[in-house]
């Protein structure tokens, strides 16, 4: 075949229409540019996403928590109002109740005359006490067990 033009096309052809059997160069650049840029934006939106556990992780552990696994659950049903609370409970500085109670409940202690360390013997022997008197319930509740697995 020849390689001559056809006679109704114009002389001067734009640059990108590409011959037969060459690369198309505008494709390839136009590729390039959309796999870039759908990064970019995925990049952005788990940027955005997070925003609100990066903003809760200064805080008490719970409330990242809470927080965190309100981004999750935003992430993966799509209901958007628990990223809007997430991020709600993240500009909230939450009150520490536990280290009040742990003081009274220290001072407590003191004037019951209960030394510090003795809450884990305290509560080793209550467990002793209450094992021995839950271990015949205990084997009813084995024997029902194996009884119902039968079924």
Do not use: C
């Not at 709600?88 to 030394?115: N, Q, Y």
């Not at 003795?118 to 006490?129: G, V």
């Amino acid at each position: 075949m020849s390689e001559s033009i056809h006679p109704a096309a114009p002389h001067h052809l734009p640059g990108f229409i590409t011959a037969p059997g060459e690369t198309d160069v505008l494709m390839v650049v136009v590729g390039i540019i959309l796999v870039g840029s759908v990064l970019m934006v995925g990049n952005f939106y788990l940027h955005l996403h997070t925003m609100p556990e990066r903003m809760a992780h200064k805080s008490q552990k719970l409330q990242f928590e809470i927080v965190a696994v309100l981004g999750l659950l935003a992430l993966f049903t799509h209901i958007h109002i628990f990223w809007v609370a997430g991020l709600l409970l993240a500009m909230i500085d939450l009150p520490d109740f536990g280290t009040p109670l742990r003081r009274i409940a220290g001072s407590v202690e003191k004037m019951a005359g209960v030394p510090p360390g003795d809450e884990e013997t305290i509560r080793a022997e209550s467990d002793a006490r209450g094992s021995a008197a839950e271990a015949p319930d205990t084997a009813k509740a084995t024997a029902k067990s194996e009884v119902t697995s039968h079924a």
